[in-house]
């Protein structure tokens, strides 16, 4: 009998549990899935859990449950380093709440790895980012950004002073923050002067570059700007950060805003671990050159997808942006290639299909540009564009779960009675 192919999988992010949900339960390979944290959220909503908007159940997932129920294995733990010549995967030593040691560095051995770490959100220097604003990067940050939100709309109605929140960058995190704040800001009302209560939140988006949301589409741009508006959300172009401090945030050419909280969301680049990783070939941005078959320049045994992948087509001028969209068509390719490969096939190369953006504001809708088999794209709004929006987390609930408990879990989460509403800011 053929020994089974070990495949290690180093992040749950939408591509890393999309990969191992795909590969879980073959008879050519044995799946190990790596992660620091047990539970899987969805990192397009992270900013719905920092507004509190969340309404779903399935929007955080257990690790744990999900290697039962799919058949895969799972490990808890930082990654360290990997050992491209024994073909092995170091882990730190894992600590409790607080800070004891509980399991001591383990390593894990493989014959295909894949590194799906995500990325993180740079400072690019900037004073006073590191202390006083805070990034949304994973689920704990937006845990910590709900507390400290709370805390602040508390204030502001007993004090009868709008809160300052101060969001920089203008890209998807930034502007759908935005919206669901504001729709937050309702839960703080008192509902018996509803009639009379004044605005109690400020909201302002710094961008740095010229044009809001660069790089996107003009009719997209101007969508998503004309519904911001509409929310009286404040946005400013051509501010370059130059300090962030515990009640402001503070431009190159001396200008000022107040923030009683600030978000840092200024794009996004290669966790800072992958250099260390290993000798892989890194670019600008912090993340691992790969070739056409997703394979890292240094190691055909080694993948990289999503986030960590710098991918760029043939005839393109820079590589691809890191977007779930993305991550999930590379978990979808690596699913088929690398059992083709196990079974001693050559893949084709992967191709990436651009779907579109689609980008959430709350009470004021959904705005996307989708593209439609080989029309042009096209602009999208209202209710289509928001069914639009929550089928991309439904597709990937159906990848992860597969499509029967997918279909099953995703009905029972919507007839549910103990959803409750969509404001969870006090329970």
């Not at 070990?6 to 191992?20: D, F, N, S, T």
């Not at 988006?205 to 929310?231: C, Q, S, T, Y």
């Amino acid at each position: 009998m053929v020994e089974a192919t070990r495949i290690v999988v180093l992040g749950g992010g939408a591509g890393g549990l999309e990969l191992v949900a795909a590969l879980a339960g073959r008879e050519d390979c044995h799946v190990t899935l790596v992660d620091q944290v047990s539970t899987h959220s969805w990192k397009p909503r992270l900013h719905e859990f920092a507004a509190g908007t969340v309404n779903s159940t399935l929007s955080e997932m257990s690790f744990y449950m999900l290697a039962g129920m799919r058949g895969f294995h799972f490990e808890q733990g930082r990654v360290q380093t990997i050992d491209r010549v024994s073909k092995t995967v170091r882990l730190a030593e894992l600590r409790g709440p607080e800070g004891r040691i509980v399991t001591g560095a383990r390593s894990i051995s493989y014959d295909i790895c894949v590194i799906a770490i995500g990325g993180v959100t740079p400072d690019f220097g900037t004073m006073g980012v590191a202390d006083n604003a805070i990034r949304l990067d994973q689920k704990a940050d937006a845990d910590e950004f709900r507390d400290l939100f709370i805390a602040t709309m508390i204030h502001a109605r007993e004090t009868g002073e709008a809160a300052n929140i101060v969001i920089v960058g203008s890209g998807a995190t930034g502007t759908e923050l935005a919206a669901h704040l504001r729709l937050s800001e309702q839960a703080f009302f008192d509902p018996d002067k509803a009639a009379s209560s004044r605005k109690l939140l400020n909201l302002t988006i710094l961008e740095a570059a010229p044009d809001f949301m660069p790089g996107a589409d003009d009719g997209l741009r101007k969508g998503v700007r004309r519904r911001l508006a509409a929310l009286d959300v404040d946005v400013e172009t051509g501010a370059e950060i130059e300090a962030v401090t515990d009640h402001d945030v503070r431009s190159a050419d001396g200008k000022a805003w107040p923030a009683d909280l600030t978000v840092w969301a200024a794009g996004l680049v290669g966790h800072p671990c992958l250099k260390a990783l290993a000798d892989f070939e890194i670019d600008k941005k912090g993340r691992i050159v790969v070739d056409d078959r997703l394979r890292s320049t240094v190691d055909a045994n080694v993948y990289v997808l999503g986030d960590a992948a710098s991918f760029t087509p043939g005839g393109a001028d820079a590589a691809l942006p890191p977007t779930a969209q993305c991550a999930s068509q590379q978990a979808d390719y690596l699913a088929v290639a690398l059992p083709k490969i196990i079974a001693g096939g050559a893949p084709d190369a992967f191709t990436f299909n651009d779907k579109g953006r689609l980008i959430s504001l709350g009470r004021a809708g959904s705005v996307g540009l989708v593209g439609f088999a080989r029309r042009n794209d096209f602009l999208v709004d209202g209710r289509f564009a928001t069914a639009a929006y929550k089928g991309l987390q439904r597709q990937h609930q159906w990848a992860v779960l597969g499509p029967w408990r997918g279909s099953v879990a995703i009905l029972a989460d919507m007839m549910s009675p103990a959803r409750g509403p969509a404001l969870k800011l006090h329970g």
